[in-house]
């Protein structure tokens, strides 16, 4: 399931760019995408001074059908504090849902040295 991109506003008709990235990368027969986590309001990006936390993105979040029963899989493009994933996790868990696994393909690094895009496995705490 796409964690969704600030374009994804509740109301609007997609595709968002996170749901297309995610369709795109996928040949059928592939894994079952769904689609259903909305902004309530337009959302500024978080480069752009929009939220960033996951207790600011948490309360803007809605699930805009119904949440899977099946375990689900988070895909995030970029991670800098987690707050989108961790506000997506906590939102379809409220609604039922059983998120297993969160996958982002890039990370923001203060350090220059560091490549953001090298694989590795992060714990993401999920206090906000």
């Given at each position: 399931m796409p964690?969704?991109?600030?374009d994804a506003v509740q109301g609007r008709n997609g595709p968002f760019r996170s749901s297309e990235v995610?369709?795109?990368a996928f040949q059928a027969p592939g894994p079952q995408i769904f689609d259903v986590l909305r902004f309530r309001?337009?959302?500024?990006?978080?480069a752009m001074g929009g939220p960033r936390f996951a207790d600011q993105i948490y309360p803007l979040l809605?699930?805009?059908g119904d949440?899977?029963?099946n375990p689900i899989v988070l895909v995030d493009d970029?991670?800098?504090s987690a707050g989108h994933l961790r506000a997506a996790k906590r939102r379809l868990e409220d609604g039922g849902g059983n998120v297993i696994l969160g996958v982002v393909c890039g990370r923001t690094v203060q350090d220059v040295e560091?490549?953001?895009?090298?694989?590795?496995?992060?714990e993401v705490d999920d206090a906000f």
């Open positions: 964690v969704p991109s600030t995610l369709n795109n309001v337009p959302v500024v990006k978080a809605v699930a805009s949440v899977p029963r970029l991670a800098t560091v490549d953001a895009w090298q694989g590795g496995i992060y």
